[in-house]
């Protein structure tokens, strides 16, 4: 059992193109999550605006998934802290380690420039949890997940990423590799019994949680729920030490970009 020490916190995924709904469900799901992920489908339907509607209920994960040459991608990072001047920027953000490393060392840079210290935690998405190991080698990778991923932390880390997006398959063996200090950030995650839907690689969030996740995405299994805050809140009760809420500066050894307290 590789639980953080001082446990794992659930960030809800607002997947819908409606800002009032994904409003709704932030308001209701708050009290039992640590953030709240803004995604594509969101960001592209409501605009920048919608992160600080959202962040107005918890710290945003803006999961944007940058893949780009290192010049483009450092431009966006600039423009996503540029929101951040009156309050309510992301505490997160997502790049692909398929990026390469000098993709994701221009980000830092950018967001260093940025915001200095007030910058965004970084996270490098490895493989999709969508991926079986058959998907993967038919886009030319064989070895398996696994061994990608790990190849991905270790290119995206030395480049400057402060943490990883990997499934809950892969992060013992990413804790084993590299240690407490890589925030891992997990989606993937199905309570028992619900319905995996197009996600891979995945695990129950008491496993994800054991094996040394900080971070449980979770979106479906909230948002499809008949009750969403029940539902957020039946899956914090399930973990074997919930992190604590709590939205301070300084966690993980990272600059204050105001990620909630783990
Ligand atoms: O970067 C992510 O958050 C992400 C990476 C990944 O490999 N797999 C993955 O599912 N996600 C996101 O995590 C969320 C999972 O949602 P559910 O499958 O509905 O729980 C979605 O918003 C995905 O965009």
Do not use: Y
Request: proline share 9%; glycine share 12%.
């Amino acid at each position: 059992m590789r639980q953080k020490p001082n446990g794992a916190g659930i960030i809800a995924a607002l997947d819908t193109p409606d800002p009032a709904r994904a409003e709704g469900w932030a308001r209701a799901v708050a009290p039992h999550v640590g953030l709240l992920k803004v995604g594509l489908e969101l960001f592209c339907a409501a605009g920048p605006q919608v992160v600080r509607r959202v962040a107005a209920h918890r710290p945003v994960f803006l999961d944007l998934k940058f893949h780009d040459i290192p010049n483009t991608v450092a431009g966006a990072v600039r423009s996503v802290c540029g929101t951040k001047g009156e309050a309510g920027g992301p505490a997160m953000l997502t790049l692909h380690g398929g990026g390469g490393g000098a993709m994701i060392e221009a980000a830092r840079r950018a967001a260093e420039d940025s915001l200095g210290e007030d910058r965004p935690a970084l996270l490098a998405v490895t493989v999709l949890t969508s991926f079986t190991a058959e998907a993967l080698a038919a886009t030319g990778v064989s070895g398996g997940p696994t061994q990608q991923v790990l190849r991905l932390a270790r290119l995206a880390l030395a480049a400057g990423a402060d943490g990883l997006v990997c499934s809950p398959q892969e992060v013992s063996r990413l804790r084993d590799a590299f240690g407490e200090a890589p925030l891992l950030v997990v989606p993937g995650v199905r309570p028992a019994g619900s319905d995996a839907g197009d996600q891979a690689r995945i695990a129950t969030p008491e496993d994800t949680a054991a094996a040394g996740a900080d971070w449980l995405v979770v979106g479906r299994p909230i948002t499809a729920a008949a009750d969403p805050a029940a539902a957020a809140a039946a899956i914090a009760a399930s973990l074997p030490r919930p992190a604590p809420l709590f939205a301070g500066p300084h966690s993980h050894g990272l600059p204050s970009h105001g990620l909630p307290q783990q």
